[in-house]
């Protein structure tokens, strides 16, 4: 009998509805039979009153938790409750709404975690963007007063030191060749519970060229993007919207540009997406024997090409934040000696972290690669004499400069679903329309309905 009446009471813990009230706070239960007896198991926090046939008043006294039973006349349990008392309670209603007016188009809601030994908060609702979420659970974390830590996101950079980025305070330098992306770091607050509902994550479209200019072509194009305008001062003339990409294809046209890469590449928001075209050098060490035979062996390969790497995060539709890594190596010369080889690789390297719009693009520059060619001319034998055959030598340095450009276009983007997928079918004339160079009946006007609904469909939806 004991034991049932354990299994009784352990039940009714269990299954005891969870309320929260704030201290000093009472609050009246009705119950569906008449009311025999109650039970608090903790007197300092709770207080309860029958002050009718059917109804019990329970008053919070103090922070705390306890459970409330409530008994009908022939001894059965009418009902259950555990109750937390808090203190914070009378805030959250004010804070809700509070974070609400500073987020347009949110609903939130703060909850106590109503469980014995346990302290904490659930913050719930919806939000329009990542942004949104960020200000909202930090707000909630400011105004419960709970105490924060950031949990940081990191990208190797290969390097003993780092350096920030052209684009500001969006990543910062770290031991060890790391860097921190400031911008990525997540807000971790230990009692409270993040059950916010954002729209589904966007998918951003990045379209990338990186190109080796000449540094006087460089110097002269004078690419300037403020208020719209794009000011090329070797056509004589200030444009409007120009095309970024169409002034990179003039340069190649006019072979005063060399087009490393132009990767597109779709990511997730807060996602990394990475490209390389590398190529690999492998190193010929040479090691002696006992018996004094040099012996030739490979080691350890090593990339050089083109390496890109990006993490963007949408907060809203005019505020995307980029991260971005290039690096461009290339071997430099090769030493061989004894059957051995090694060779001298140059790196060229540019990390960032901008902000931008929709369709935005930007232009990052400053990667130099400067040299120096000597070429002599001279009259044979006579320029080979000292002194005097200075008068019959003509040296003549030229020094070219590079600079590496990289050009990114940021784009908000959706997939395509099947109704928008369309390939043209190829139509394939018989031999003998071939032959006599006879039109078939789906030619013409057919094809092309086909080649028009293939370019209205083709691509991404904005």
């Known amino acids: 009998m004991k034991i049932l009446s354990v299994i009784v009471l352990l039940t009714a813990f269990l299954f005891a509805e969870k309320i929260v009230m704030k201290s000093g706070e009472s609050r009246v239960f009705e119950s569906p039979s008449s009311v025999a ?24 006294k103090d922070v705390g938790f306890g459970d409330v039973e409530i008994y009908g006349s022939n001894g059965k349990l009418l009902q259950a409750l555990s109750v937390t008392v808090d203190s914070q309670k009378a805030n959250t209603k004010e804070l809700e709404a509070l974070i609400e007016s500073k987020i347009e188009g949110s609903s939130i809601k703060l909850e106590k975690l109503a469980i014995p030994g346990k302290e904490g908060y659930i913050i719930s609702g919806n939000v329009p963007d990542e942004g949104s979420r960020d200000l ?32 500001g305070g969006g990543a910062s330098a770290g031991a060890g060749g790391v860097i921190n992306l400031d911008f990525l770091a997540r807000l971790k607050v230990d009692d409270l519970v993040d059950r916010l509902i954002v729209p589904p994550s966007r998918q951003v479209n990045i379209k990338v060229i990186v190109a080796d200019v000449e540094k006087i072509i460089a110097d002269k194009l004078g690419v300037d993007i403020n208020g719209g305008q794009l000011t090329i001062p070797i056509l004589g003339q200030q444009q409007g919207q120009i095309n970024i990409q169409a002034v990179v294809d003039m340069l190649k046209d006019e072979q005063i540009a060399r087009i490393l890469a132009r990767p597109n590449l779709s990511v997730i928001s807060g996602e990394s997406a990475n490209f390389q075209v590398t190529s690999q050098f492998t190193p010929i060490t040479n090691t002696v024997t006992v018996t004094g035979q040099p012996v030739a062996s490979p080691g350890t390969p090593v990339d050089y090409g083109v390496s890109l790497t990006i993490q963007p995060k949408v907060y809203s539709k005019d505020k995307i934040v980029v991260s971005i890594a290039q690096e461009v190596s290339n071997i430099q010369s090769l030493v061989e ?30 990667l130099l690669d400067e040299r120096d060619v000597e070429n002599v001319k001279s009259i044979p034998f006579l320029g080979d004499i000292p002194v005097i055959g200075s008068v019959f030598r003509k040296p003549n340095i030229q020094r070219t400069k590079n600079e590496l450009i990289i050009i990114v276009t940021v784009s908000l983007v959706n997939p395509l679903t099947e109704d928008y997928i369309y390939i043209p079918q190829a139509a394939i004339r018989g031999l003998g329309s071939s032959f006599l160079n006879i039109p078939d009946y789906n030619e013409g006007g057919l094809a092309k309905r086909d080649i028009d609904t293939f370019v209205a469909n ?3 939806i904005k």
């Not at 007896?37 to 919070?60: E, P, Q, R, T, W």
């Not at 909630?140 to 996101?153: D, N, S, W």
């Not at 004894?338 to 990052?364: P, T, W």
Request: positive net charge; without cysteine; aromatic residues 6%.
């Open 337 to 366: 000696k004894n059957g051995a080889s090694a060779a001298n690789i140059k790196k060229r390297k540019a990390q960032s972290v901008i902000e931008l719009h929709d369709g935005a693009s930007f232009i990052l520059g400053g």
């Open 458 to 460: 083709v691509g991404f």
């Open 37 to 60: 007896s109650v039970f608090a198991s903790n007197g300092k926090v709770l207080n309860y009153a029958i002050i009718s046939n059917n109804k019990v008043m329970i008053y919070a």
């Open 136 to 167: 909202a659970f930090n707000m909630a974390a400011v105004g419960l007063g709970l105490t924060k830590r950031i949990e940081p996101v990191r990208r190797q950079t290969g390097d003993a030191t780092s350096t920030q980025g052209a684009g």
